[in-house]
């Protein structure tokens, strides 16, 4: 599809946990082992025997990135939420 388009520039915008983005970015960046027909032109694009089309990366984004293993929070158990509540009230802390 970007070779029939003739993307040059991409800008990769990634949501998530990037998991395949090497698998990706190595298919995007592998020469065509077959020919493929242009449907809108009918020519013939041949990566096998001509120089390959080639892609930029203008940049990559990493959007709402997580981490890879379930970070644990501490928690506050009942007792101490209620101790801490009486101790800013006691002595008027604010935060």
Do not use: A, W
């Not at 970007?2 to 983005?21: A, D, M, Q, R």
């Not at 090497?22 to 096998?48: A, G, K």
């Not at 158990?77 to 006691?90: A, E, M």
């Amino acid at each position: 599809m970007l070779l029939i388009i003739k993307i040059k520039n991409i800008v990769l915008t990634i949501k998530g946990i990037p998991t395949n983005l090497p698998q990706y970015i190595r298919t995007l960046l592998s020469p065509i082992n077959h020919y493929l027909i242009d449907p809108t032109t009918n020519v013939v694009h041949d990566e096998i025997t001509k120089k390959p089309f080639e892609f930029n990366f203008h940049s990559i984004f990493f959007l709402k990135s997580l981490h890879m293993s379930n970070m644990k929070l501490k928690k506050r158990g009942r007792v101490k939420r209620k101790i801490l509540r009486k101790l800013v009230l006691k002595n008027k802390l604010s935060d």
